[in-house]
């Protein structure tokens, strides 16, 4: 009986296996086969839309391959909602045009839309962004730069295993989405490329981004209006400026950041370490239960950095930032800051900051011994906090 019951069962899993197996081949989409070249050379644009075409129709769960190679792409929109869930799986490089001009002025390069369960597994993606970098920087008339990877209205989204490097402008930007999961991703653009921002979060909930190194001329990770319950864990962040909560108050009314967590990560010749920052202006922004625990801090020049007076270009208006800043904790920082103010919280006179906790802090200067710096700033410490707490 025991060995008929054990044979059913191989039975069942052989023709479950089976079933599986075929349904999965049905929907395997090559880019190859709907004409894709993988020479780097000749415009894979149209071969990629149709492969997206039939994915997005398919009546079971689709798989888009893209094997080995470099497929060059001009600006591309996958447009859902689709039948079913996609995976995309990449074993080669996409290239963009290093032509900036011919990417139009959209903002961006390759746009995922109003989807719901998509995939992207492997793969990198080469923004080729050194042209439009040397355009920037010589102030000449340049397009609107292209992020690499956008999702844009959408929900249950991964991306895993994702190399993205050169951007033109961001790398991975997600707008007005929903669970959201990022990892084992690497970012790479020089440390002077500008506007090269390695993942942009806004209007977005639900998101966790683990495991990912990233190297860039902007932020490592930045978390604007909108943007609610975020877990970030186990990121190397540098060179780059940093994790940023913000710009926030670039609007007079603006949505909050609510609830994020960056843990377990480690900052190396930064500008920033973590930094919240709103521009000077009325806003009916905020930024609270936000915590920043267990990291490590190798040369950062603003380790831990709240700025209420963010004005790049020094051009603003200079009034007090509307944005209220509360619940912010700092657990278990370590190690060294490149500028003598390591811990810096530079908050609005008209809302001052409340609810900051320091814990277990250690940042030392090279030169000598670091100091904190508070302004409209208010909270409490526990445990060793060096330099001195000023809240
Ligand atoms: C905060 O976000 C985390 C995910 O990062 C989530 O698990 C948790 O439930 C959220 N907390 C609240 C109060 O929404």
Redesign the pocket.
Same mark, same amino acid.
């Given at each position: 009986m025991a060995k008929h019951t054990k044979h059913f069962h191989s039975l069942i899993l052989f023709v479950a296996t089976f079933s599986l197996f075929s349904s999965c081949n049905a929907s395997y989409i090559n880019v190859v086969s709907f004409g894709a070249k993988p020479d780097g050379k000749l415009d894979s644009t149209g071969a990629f839309l149709r492969a997206w075409s039939s994915a997005c129709k398919s009546n079971e769960a689709a798989t888009i391959y893209v094997p080995k190679g470099s497929f060059l792409l001009k600006q591309v929109t996958f447009w859902g909602p689709c039948m079913n869930k996609i995976d995309i799986r990449i074993d080669g490089t996409i290239v963009a045009p290093s032509d900036y001009w011919s990417l139009g002025n959209s903002g961006y390069w390759i746009l995922f839309m109003k989807l719901n369960r998509v995939s992207i597994y492997g793969g990198t993606l080469d923004g080729s962004g050194a042209g439009y970098w040397h355009c920037k920087k010589t102030g000449g008339n340049c397009p609107a730069g292209a992020r690499t990877l956008s999702f844009s209205w959408s929900k249950n989204v991964e991306i895993s295993g994702l190399t993205t490097i050169n951007s033109k402008a961001m790398h991975i930007a997600v707008d007005h989405c929903q669970n959201v999961m990022i990892q084992d991703v690497r970012i790479r653009a020089p440390s002077r490329s500008p506007n090269t921002d390695g993942i942009s979060l806004q209007f977005s909930t639900?998101v /966790?981004i683990s495991h990912a190194t990233i190297m860039t001329g902007d932020d490592c990770i930045s978390i604007s209006q909108g943007t609610t319950?975020?877990?970030i864990q186990r990121i190397a962040c540098g060179p780059g400026h940093g994790i940023s909560v913000g710009s926030l108050g670039t609007f007079g009314d603006e949505a909050g950041v609510q609830?994020v /967590?960056v843990t377990d990560s480690v900052f190396t010749k930064t500008d920033n370490g973590v930094r919240i920052k709103s521009w000077p202006q009325p806003s009916n922004g905020y930024a609270r239960d936000i915590v920043f625990r267990n990291l490590i801090m190798q040369n950062a020049y603003n380790p831990i950095i709240i700025d209420q007076r963010y004005c790049p270009s020094g051009n603003c208006p200079h009034q007090n930032s509307g944005v209220k800043i509360s619940r912010v904790s700092y657990e278990h920082i370590k190690g060294t800051s490149a500028s003598p103010i390591a811990i810096n919280f530079d908050c609005s006179e008209s809302n001052p900051c409340w609810g900051i906790i320091l814990q277990d802090i250690k940042l030392t200067y090279y030169k000598g011994s670091a100091t904190s710096s508070c302004r409209n700033a208010g909270g409490s410490s526990s445990g060793i906090v060096i330099p001195r707490s000023c809240v």
């Open positions: 639900d /966790t319950n975020v877990w609830n /967590t």
